[in-house]
């Protein structure tokens, strides 16, 4: 340290000025990261949230159903009809539902999207539509990270989806989140 007390005041300053600039470069990035963090878990809960609004809608008509007000056909109808309105995170969230042979039966974001899905890969060649279903059948409810386009960036982007199964209709319902 005997060059700094030799050093002029000019390169002190200078020297202070560049310690300075890098702790607050590493304290936005810690605030960064930080802030992403809290923001994914907002957005993990709030998937989580709408999935439990969706099985609640689904519940409530596959009741009516056993209760003899509608046919079956008509109560998944109109739960499609609901959902497909049904959005969430500043518009981004949706609640998608696949059937057990695979076909996205909806999905509100994309409605060309609606058919079969199980040939769909991510960037990894994971079978993304095939991990769903298997997730919604062994979890209450569980979590897939996967990567996918945003629908609004056009982007390749990491995108997790909260996965449940309702069983009397062999759907499993996906809420995912960029």
Same mark, same amino acid.
């Given at each position: 340290?005997?060059?700094? $007390?030799? *050093? *002029?005041?000019?390169?002190? %300053?200078?020297?202070? %000025?560049?310690?300075? /600039? =890098?702790?607050?470069?590493?304290?936005?990035?810690?605030? #960064?990261?930080? @802030?992403? /963090?809290?923001?994914?878990?907002?957005?993990?809960?709030?998937?989580?949230?709408?999935?439990?609004?969706?099985?609640? +809608?689904?519940?409530?008509?596959?009741? =009516?159903?056993?209760?003899?007000?509608?046919?079956?056909?008509?109560?998944? $109808?109109?739960?499609?009809?609901?959902?497909?309105?049904?959005?969430?995170?500043?518009?981004?969230?949706?609640?998608?539902?696949?059937?057990? !042979?695979?076909?996205?039966?909806?999905? &509100?974001?994309? &409605?060309?999207?609606? $058919?079969?899905?199980?040939?769909?890969? !991510?960037? !990894?060649?994971?079978? %993304? /539509? $095939?991990?769903?279903?298997?997730?919604?059948?062994?979890? *209450? #409810?569980?979590?897939?990270?996967?990567?996918?386009?945003? &629908? +609004?960036?056009?982007?390749?982007?990491?995108?997790?989806? @909260?996965?449940?199964?309702? !069983?009397?209709?062999?759907?499993? =319902?996906?809420?995912?989140?960029?």
């Amino acid at each position: 340290m005997g060059w700094l $007390r030799n *050093s *002029s005041i000019r390169t002190k %300053i200078w020297l202070l %000025i560049g310690v300075a /600039s =890098l702790m607050m470069t590493v304290l936005a990035a810690v605030l #960064i990261f930080n @802030a992403r /963090s809290d923001l994914k878990t907002l957005r993990l809960a709030q998937a989580e949230t709408a999935i439990e609004a969706a099985r609640a +809608i689904i519940r409530r008509h596959h009741s =009516l159903v056993e209760q003899g007000e509608l046919s079956e056909k008509a109560a998944q $109808r109109h739960v499609m009809d609901i959902l497909r309105d049904f959005f969430y995170a500043n518009g981004e969230g949706y609640i998608a539902i696949m059937n057990d !042979d695979l076909v996205a039966v909806l999905h &509100p974001a994309n &409605p060309e999207f609606e $058919r079969f899905m199980g040939d769909l890969q !991510d960037a !990894d060649g994971r079978f %993304i /539509s $095939r991990e769903a279903v298997e997730i919604g059948k062994t979890q *209450s #409810i569980g979590f897939n990270t996967y990567g996918f386009v945003h &629908p +609004i960036t056009g982007e390749y982007d990491t995108k997790t989806s @909260a996965i449940a199964r309702f !069983d009397p209709w062999d759907w499993t =319902l996906l809420a995912g989140v960029f």
